[in-house]
């Protein structure tokens, strides 16, 4: 199969600041009226760049229009871009994700109603801080190895070396509480699928099934499929394939796709 194409694009904000991003499509696509995803990259302190990526490609070939943003809180553009980094600065961050969502919308890529979001790592905490910030945008929400609770994290890591270092990437304050998504799983209406390995070692399995737990309480949609043995990278091919087909599985559904 020819893989498909993967294009430089830029985006408004919400204050009018332009937000480089890649639009891939599948090959031949007129690019509009599309089931569509926004992947915000993990890190936060990484980009994404021109190359193949192979949860991206999966998703283009499945038929969904992919916008991968490098938002601000992104590596390589400077410490203005930067800000605090993309958990201090979330606000900022996940306005700028959600904004890559609306841009779909109004260009037309994204049919009305079929617009998700799929994330890993920091990408799985911005999948989820999305629902917190506007909870009727994204009609399906995907988050692996997802950092749910910033406070539950920093306990978690208390004893360890790197604590004082995660401490200061973190920070303190009132954007601990206002930047977990596991403390607002009230605000969600969207559906969740969850997946982590329970040997990661980057962001424990706690977070998620935090998070499961609080979504389940407060009475939302949620599903998690935990992996005995893998670390944060799930570099396990059946594993793999287990996430790539749930997760198309899933959107379909919450989306209102037929399969194909």
């Known amino acids: 199969m020819k893989l498909s194409e993967m294009k430089p694009v830029t985006y408004s904000a919400r204050d009018g600041t332009m937000i480089p991003a890649y639009l891939t499509l599948l090959s031949g ?9 926004v992947m915000p990259h993990g890190g936060p302190s990484a980009r994404d760049e021109w190359g193949f990526d192979w949860l991206m490609q999966f998703f283009a070939a499945r038929g969904y229009a992919v ?9 390589g553009y400077g410490s203005q871009w930067f800000q605090k980094n993309g958990f201090q600065s979330w606000q900022t961050a996940i306005g700028d994700v959600n904004d890559a969502g609306r841009w779909l919308q109004s260009q037309g890529i994204a049919a ?12 799985g905490y911005a999948a989820l801080q999305s629902q917190v910030l506007d909870a009727d945008l994204f009609k399906a929400v995907v988050a692996v190895a997802p950092v749910t609770d910033l406070g539950a994290m920093l306990d978690a890591a208390r004893d ?34 969850l ?35 893998l670390d944060h990278q799930l570099d396990n091919a059946p594993a793999r394939q287990k996430l790539l087909a749930d997760s198309d599985r899933f959107l379909r559904k919450a989306l209102g796709i037929g399969s194909n």
């Open 67 to 75: 916008l991968q943003p490098n938002y601000r809180g992104s590596s």
């Open 112 to 123: 009305p109603g079929k617009l998700a979001i799929v994330g890993w790592s920091y990408g």
């Open 160 to 193: 360890t070396t790197g604590f004082r270092n995660l401490e200061n990437f973190i920070g303190t304050g009132p954007h601990i509480e206002a930047g977990s998504p596991a403390r607002h799983a009230v605000a969600f209406t969207a559906p969740v699928l």
């Open 29 to 37: 696509s007129a690019g509009k009226n599309l089931p569509a995803i």
């Open 195 to 229: 997946f982590h390995g329970d040997k990661d070692l980057n962001v424990g399995v706690s977070e998620s099934r935090l998070m499961r737990d609080r979504l389940q309480a407060a009475g939302r949609s949620v599903t998690y499929a935990e992996f005995p043995g």
